[in-house]
């Protein structure tokens, strides 16, 4: 069964400390993986598209990377407005575009 | 751009009335998505129109709820009738083709 996982659930970090957030996947084969920022009250923002492992997006101070089984998004010296639900999707090959998505994980980060 | 457009932003209505949700795509994306989010069971998809055509709607609860897009520029949700279960937030997406999903604000929804 094709599943995603988003790791920890919510996370704490002081203004400044760099930090990373996870996504593992399990699928019969990848076409895309996406992550998205929400705000409360807010439909999801996209952020990034990866393809393939080994690719990596950045902005600002958000980097996400891939591998075969799981990405990760990296944080560095983030502020409190990078406080948000981060999400992670996954586009299964032949799926006719729909995305399983993973649960979230909430970032706090206070000043 | 104004992107996916959604109204209402908040709807109340009592159980057993029926409530139609709106969206508008973003202009020259052909895949159009209904999702519905609730804290404990995240973003659920319920509907996935391409081309303005249903092409899975294996995750609408029941025949409650129904969707339907006239055209590439509109689609409709309609509960009828609605349930307490039914609150939650509802979103629509548009991506052109396989490609991102661009997110409206949503739709807040309370049954009473």
């Known amino acids: 069964e094709d599943q995603v996982t988003q790791s920890p659930e919510a996370l704490r970090l002081q203004e400044g400390e760099s930090s990373s957030l996870n996504c593992s996947y399990t699928?019969?084969?990848?076409?895309?993986l996406f992550w998205y920022r929400q705000d409360p009250g807010k439909g999801p923002e996209f952020l990034f598209t990866l393809y393939s492992a080994g690719e990596e997006k950045e902005k600002e101070r958000l980097k996400a990377t891939l591998t075969k089984k799981e990405s990760f998004l990296h944080i560095t010296a983030p502020k409190p407005e990078d406080s948000a639900t981060y999400l992670c999707?996954?586009?299964?090959?032949?799926?006719?575009?729909?995305?399983?998505w993973g649960a979230g994980t909430k970032l706090i980060i206070k000043p | 751009d104004a992107g996916v457009i959604q109204s209402p932003r908040h709807e109340v209505t009592e159980m057993g009335q029926e409530v139609t949700l709106r969206c508008k795509p973003i202009?020259?994306?052909?895949?159009l998505f209904w999702y519905r989010q609730t804290m404990m069971r995240g973003l659920e998809l319920l509907i996935y129109?391409?081309?303005?055509?249903?092409?899975?709607d294996s995750g609408m609860p029941e025949d409650r709820f129904s969707a339907k897009m006239p055209n590439a520029s509109f689609s409709t949700l309609k509960i009828q009738p609605s349930e307490p279960r039914d609150s939650a937030v509802y979103f629509c997406a548009s991506s052109l083709e396989g490609n991102e999903q661009f997110f409206g604000p949503g739709t807040r929804l309370t049954v009473l």
């Open positions: 129109f391409n081309n303005n055509v249903p092409i899975d």
């Open positions: 202009s020259g994306h052909n895949s």
């Open positions: 699928v019969s084969g990848l076409r895309g």
């Open positions: 999707a996954v586009q299964v090959l032949g799926s006719n575009y729909q995305l399983i």
